[in-house]
Each structure stands twice: as C-alpha cells, then as structure tokens.
C-alpha cells in the first residue's frame, strides 16, 4: 500500500475531483461526505457503466471504486479510465482480495488498493498519496518548461542585483552532486530555488521529493525517511518505501530542516555519508542515489552551538549555501512582482483588473513584508478580489498597508463591502482566514505546530488549512 509524507510542490490536492464507484449506497454516500469535508470535489456512480459515462462527460483527477460489482467491474472501469487518461490515479477497494485480483489490478495501472473493511484514515492516506503523486508528475512538466523560458525565474524572483546572486549561484551548482543548504526567512522563496536547481539539473527526469520536516512526528521519522517491511511493529501491515527510495534518481529537499529531531540527526548523516539506508525490519541496507536540499529559516550555526542540532551534519548539508535576501532588501523588484500576481489572480478570478494605481503601488513599495513574497502574493490577490475597478486602488489594500487604524489588529472583514456588482463571501472570508494563517506562522517563525497553538486549533486543522489555500508549498 502506498503511503508517504511527502509533500507535493507548488500545488494544493484539496481541489481535486474524486469519482466514487460502489453498487453499495451507503457507501457512496459516506465516501462522498467524507472526502467533501476534506476539501474534494466528489461525484459518485453506482455501477460500472454509469462511471465510464462520467468519466466520458467529466474530467476526475481521481476515481475510488469497488472491484466486484454487478454488471462492469471496478476492473472495468480503471481500463476506461486509463484508456481517457493514462496518468489518471485510481484506487481499488475489495472486501475480496487476491493477490492475483490485486496484481490485475496494479498490471492495469492502478495506483493503489485498500481492502473492506477498512480504516478510513487509510483510505485518506491513500488518497493524498495517490493525488500528490500525479500533482508531482504535472508539476515536474510545467516547472521544466517554465524553467526553459528566458524569463522564467525573473518573472517570480526579480532582478534585483542580490537575486542575480542567487540565478548564478543556482546555474553553477545545479549539474554537480554537492549538497545545498538554502537559507532565508518564511516566505523568501526557498523551496522554488530548490526546484530550480532539481529542473536545471541532470537530475530533472528523476523525482523532487519534498519533505515537511516540522510536520512528520518524532515516532514516525525513519519509517518514513527509510521505509519498513511487513510486520516490522505494530501496524506494518505492508512494506513500504521510504521517502529515500521515492526519491531514487532525484532530489530530496528537507524543508525546514531545523526541525528534525537530533535523534533521527544521527541516522540521516550516515544515510547521507554511506548512501544506503536500512528498511525498519529488513537485515539488508540499500544503496540510493539522492541529492539533498536543506532549506532553513532558522540560525543553524547557533543551533549547532546550542547542542541542538548536530555539526557533523551541518556540514555535510552545508557544502554550498544560498541565501534567500528578503523582499524589504529588494524593493525595486515590488512593482515587478505585483503586477506578475495581478495579472496571475485577474485571470484567475475572472475580473477585469488591468493595473496598479501610482498611490497603490507606493503603499506597497513602502511596506516591509515579514511574510515577503508569498505575503505579497496573498495582498495582491486579496486586492482582486476586493477591487470593483479595473485599477487597485488604496481600499483594496489590506489596512496595515494603508496605515488604517484596524480596531482588531488584523484585516477587519468590515472592509469589504457589496457592491453593486455583488461580492465574492468565499473570497472575502477566505482572505482573513489566509491572513491570519499568515500572521501566526511569521510570528511562529515558520513553525507550523507553533502557529497552530497561537490559533488554538489542532495541527492537523492547520495544515488542512494551510493546504485549503495553497499555502502549505513551502517558501516559494
């Protein structure tokens, strides 16, 4: 059974159309509500031939359906889903599985499969891990093309002098194997000088593996770095493959890399030094070929004087450093950006917002950005949405930007008003509940469980709502 905590790039799974098939309504019915819960899109069919009418009519990023049905079989129906889309992920769920049913199914290109009775946090697992999957695959398509363009990086990172540094370090060390240490606050764009070096490297073909250091529990870390056989403890009720082996071939790049536990330390620097890892319950190491990225907001050469976070290991992440320089030390790059993020959100809106105002545009100079680029991204988007012209003026802006007295202390959801022409209440809403995601992690430091207690909300809520608005992609 595929499982995994790493993290898709650049790119949300909450969206994602999901197709149920099951002759069973009651399972239907569950499926559907938990799955629309979770943030999904979900349709559901009841027999075999119904889905492959859906699945002519609509297009599904995913579809889950039983194996045995009356009529067209849950076999049935993953040809025809492959046969419209050969990268179509497609989960089976059997109450009667066989190992000759089961290798059908994966020798027709299933994703994956559960058996009944099942976990639903099984099942929901499966489902994350099979949708990330295919969102890495497509990510890996556009980034190599966008990354082919001339201007590719200079329209998301600028042309300040001190990120003309950064392309040049980027060029220089993409085509050797030397480690990378990207250093920068929340926000800097880290991860996306990581994928720029993965997509302009030799390694491009092979995977970007992307792991949430602050996310994975202490419990949990070498099952999910190296993996673990059938019956290796409780509840390994299959092997499964660690996030070295997922990134064979590639790159693995340790967001937030501080994080890790000086435990686990110990056991990625002989993973990274011999290049083999040890399987939890196996007796035979493996030799993998990986590239690691680090990536960091905190001061690890304190940490390491601390005692919290080992030397050794430091430097073997540390062989060549990039420094992510913060949007306050590169303003000239502002109005660049900002017109990138309004046309970006103007077409993605659908509204007619064609420019920036003068007076706007020096608000937004003149602000200092703790959450730098992605905080800018998130203002400008908020600016589409709350503009009833063609032009952002200054009431579009949040009231920190406009040096509004906000008797909250946040962006007061007052501001918005409606218009003639009505208003979007996701949006608006959607907008304050982003900001003040924002705000906690830049008060955190960029420590998700940190900014979650500062909402009193659990962490998994916080990632979910993290992951709701695209804004669990790392730094870029």
């Given amino acids: ?57 609509k297009t599904y990023d995913l579809v889950i359906t039983d194996l045995k049905m009356p ?9 025809a889903a492959k046969a419209r889309n050969p990268d179509m992920a497609v989960v089976m769920i059997t109450a009667y599985a066989s190992p000759e049913s089961v290798a059908e199914a994966l020798e027709y290109g299933a994703t994956d499969y559960v058996n009944k009775p099942f976990r639903v946090d099984d099942l929901k697992h499966v489902v994350h891990a099979a949708l990330e999957k295919e969102t890495l695959r497509r990510d890996n398509i556009r980034l190599r093309a ?6 590719g990086f200079a329209n998301i990172f600028g042309a300040h002098e001190s990120m003309r540094e950064v392309y040049e370090l980027i060029k220089r060390v993409s085509d050797t ?19 720029a070096i993965h997509f302009s490297s030799f390694r491009s073909s092979g995977p970007f593996v992307v792991v949430n ?47 890790i536990p000086l435990a686990v330390q110990v056991k990625l620097l002989r993973a990274i030094q011999e290049r083999r890892v040890l399987s939890v319950g196996s007796t035979q190491d493996e030799a ?34 990039i420094r992510m320089p913060p949007l306050r030390e590169r303003r000239s790059d502002i109005p660049m950006l900002a017109n990138y993020f309004l046309e970006k959100y103007a077409t993605e809106i659908h509204k007619d917002v064609t420019k920036v105002a003068s007076e706007t545009m020096e608000m937004l100079k003149a602000y200092n950005y703790p959450g730098n680029v992605r905080e800018l991204e998130n203002i400008l988007e908020r600016a589409v949405t709350f503009e009833t012209s063609n032009v952002i003026m200054p009431e579009s802006l949040p009231p920190r930007l406009r040096n509004v007295e906000d008797p909250y202390g946040e962006d007061d959801l007052s501001a918005a008003t409606v218009s003639p022409e009505g208003i979007d209440l996701e949006a608006v809403v959607g907008e304050f509940e982003k900001r003040l995601l924002l705000q906690a992690l830049s008060q955190a430091g960029g420590v998700k469980k940190k900014a979650a207690k500062l909402l009193k909300i659990s962490f998994r809520s916080f990632r979910y709502r993290l992951q709701k608005y695209g804004l669990d992609e790392g730094d870029e």
């Fill in 177 to 195: 194997k030397s480690n990378v240490l990207i250093l920068g606050e929340t926000g800097t764009g880290k991860e996306l000088a990581a994928k």
């Fill in 1 to 57: 059974m595929v499982q995994g905590t790493a993290k898709v790039s650049d790119s949300s799974t909450a969206k994602a159309r999901i197709l149920v098939v099951d002759d069973e309504l009651s399972m239907r019915e569950f499926l559907q509500i938990f799955f629309e819960k979770e943030g999904f899109s979900v349709d559901t069919a009841e027999t075999g031939s119904a889905a492959i009418d859906k699945l002519a009519a």
């Fill in 288 to 321: 993998i070929d990986v590239r690691i990225i680090a990536a960091t907001h905190r001061d690890l050469e304190h940490d390491v004087a601390q005692g919290n976070f080992r030397q050794d290991l430091y430097y073997r992440l540390n062989v060549i450093a």
């Fill in 146 to 151: 966008e990354l082919g363009s001339r201007y």
């Fill in 71 to 79: 009529g067209l079989s849950g076999l049935d129906v993953l040809k």
């Fill in 213 to 259: 250091c602050g996310a994975i529990p202490d419990s949990l870390w070498e099952s999910e770095l190296f993996g673990h056989k059938k019956g290796a403890f409780t509840g390994a009720v299959s092997d499964k493959k660690g996030l070295f082996q997922a990134a064979k071939g590639g790159t693995m790049f340790l967001d937030e890399v501080g994080e």
